[in-house]
């Protein structure tokens, strides 16, 4: 088998320059050259993996096929280059330094003193090795969190140093700056681009590619000032212009030349790079107009990288059908509390996304939301959490079941019903912050159900998430007042999809949708979701 090449990506000057989105272009292009593409992310943070982190530091976690808990960077990944990447797609120092010491606990070391060189570094360049070699790809591209400089970043780089002494010109290193804008003197400046270089080759790494971060154009000249300064070729520094959507950017880079100059310096041989799909993709996303409203009513109000799948998502569903999704936050809390604002905004939104969360704040005001939602026959799309809701709502106010909950908001065990309860049987191993039900499972689609058609298929298999699920001593009850079990795992004991008969669109999905949809291929549930609310303005308007 040949070796496969390795593209590292950096950053510096600052933090959120949009490294992943560097990468995962760049991977992109690659991939449209018919090579196989993957691309890690090396976090130098002392967590072991995201999953406990919070998302109002954080970001979302994104979860993979293998139920790996990511950061929200592998989302972007897998949107760009539309594969299913591997817990091996993600390293961060927590992880790399646990298995370290648990391997000098277990006497592997006979002993040796454990530095971070040799010790870590190996470690790393070991994962990086791996990641290529099981995911089978042609090219690896790995993106190092933080900024030059960092202190947890420096085994990383010494980590790149060491691979590109191995591997030589299989290796190539794109760094990714700022040219920060001065008012007074009305220019960009490059002297930091310069000084972030001048750190990098303190690491003993030079780049190869140097993308330029501007919010405004960066002239010609600029752009040979910094190949001059940093002693990367002219051809290679590449503009990285703000642009109004981050899927335009492989297009961009490619009209810089970047395919071909990776392919020059990576010795890929003459690639043809075949970009039709995004060109036509951001052609559309261009001409939509009409805008679509839509009320995400989660935990983490105005903070768009905690629910950044959700609402790229929606998005993607929009464009597909030529429109624009804008986000509105309900606050549940708000909602709760009869907030006539609030209660007015919902009643405004085109249609409701109930998404994703754990505990109890602000659960009251989401059951408000779908019973308003389905009261009023307004779209709603519940993502797990949101799912989990939608029964909670319907028993109580359809089933009468009043004190009808989740176990997860009834911890001092009120209720006897707890029509989403923890799997009996499968307490001892989901225990919370321990393991959760993650990752891909299939699942069976009902016929006749709004859900089978819209996927168009009767077995699918989706990413979850979760602790808790529907308590199948309902079923019957709710079946009966026309709550449907669209969706059953396989061996049926557990329900994947509901759905309210009879409503323009209400669904509630047990898994993550939002994981697998993609920019120019919208998920069904999100295109389902959006055409509902496009049949109701319709004949609102007629
Ligand atoms: N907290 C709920 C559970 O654990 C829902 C989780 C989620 O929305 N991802 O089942």
Known sequence: MKTPKFIFVTGGVCSSLGKGIVAASTAAILKSAGLKVAVMKLDPYLNVDPGTMSPFQHGEVFVLEDGAETDLDLGHYER????????????????????????????????????VIPHITDKIKSKVELAAKKMGVDVLVAELGGTIGDIEGEPFLETIRQLKSKYGTDVLCQHVTLLPYLAGSNELKTKPTQISVRELRRMGISPDVIFCRADMRIPKKLLRKVSFFCDTEEEAVIPAETVDSIYEIPLRFQKSGLGDIVARKLGLGKLKFRLKEWEKGIERMKKAKEEIFIGLAGKYNELDDAYLSVIEAAKSAGFHLDKRVRIEWIDAEKIEDKDPEELALLERVHGVIVPGGFGNRGTEGKIQVAQYCREHGKPYLGLCLGSQIMAIEFARNVLGIQDATSEEFDEEKKSKNHVIHFIPGQRKIRKKGGTMRLGAYPALLTKGTKARKLYGEDKISERHRHRYEFHNKYRERFEKEGFLISGVSPDRSL????????????????????????????????????????????????
């Open 495 to 542: 329900v994947e999809i509901v759905e309210i008969k009879d409503h323009p669109f209400m669904i509630g999905s047990q898994f993550h949708p939002e994981f697998l949809s993609r920019p120019f291929r919208p998920h069904p549930l999100f295109r389902g979701f959006l055409e509902a609310i496009l049949k109701q303005s319709k004949s609102k308007k007629a």
């Open 80 to 115: 760009f280059i539309d594969t299913p990447l591997s817990n091996l797609c993600s390293v961060t120092t927590g992880r790399v330094y646990s298995e370290v010491l648990s391997e000098e606990r277990e006497g592997k070391y006979l002993g040796g003193t454990i530095q």
